[in-house]
């Protein structure tokens, strides 16, 4: 059992900054990996990027590479979002979510979910 708390939205300029944070809690996090997805209006839900708890690699949508930086601090039980040149189209509600399934970019196979942080970013 993982439940998970994000936080961190607002409304922003363009190509300012965010950083996101999901707090973790649970007995051990170490079978998952956590992931980032994002839902704008009238879209489908997206992978965005998500990190291994347990050794940390990481793996980035092509949308948010250079941009985008995933982390975890685990005397914390947080992962963060740096979201850096933000972009009008990053607009969305931004989810964290937990998964065991090596299938990361696949929404169903997370089985835990953030009530999501709402990120808009005006042009």
């Known amino acids: 059992q993982v439940q998970l708390v994000e936080s961190g939205g607002g409304l922003v300029q363009a190509g300012s900054s965010l950083r996101l944070s999901c707090a973790a809690s649970g007995r051990t996090f170490s079978p998952y990996t956590i992931g980032w997805f994002r839902q704008a209006p009238g879209k489908e839900r997206e992978f965005v990027v998500a990190?291994?708890?347990?050794?940390?690699?990481?793996y980035y949508a092509d949308s948010v590479k250079g941009r985008f930086t995933i982390s975890r601090d685990n005397a914390k039980n947080t992962v963060y979002l740096q979201m850096n040149s933000l972009k009008p189209e990053d607009t969305a509600v931004y989810y964290c979510?937990?998964?065991?399934?090596?299938?990361?970019?696949?929404?169903?196979?997370?089985?835990?979910w953030g009530q999501g942080t709402q990120v808009t970013v005006s042009s």
């Open positions: 979510a937990a998964t065991t399934s090596l299938w990361y970019e696949v929404t169903t196979h997370y089985a835990y």
């Open positions: 990190i291994r708890w347990s050794g940390g690699s990481q």
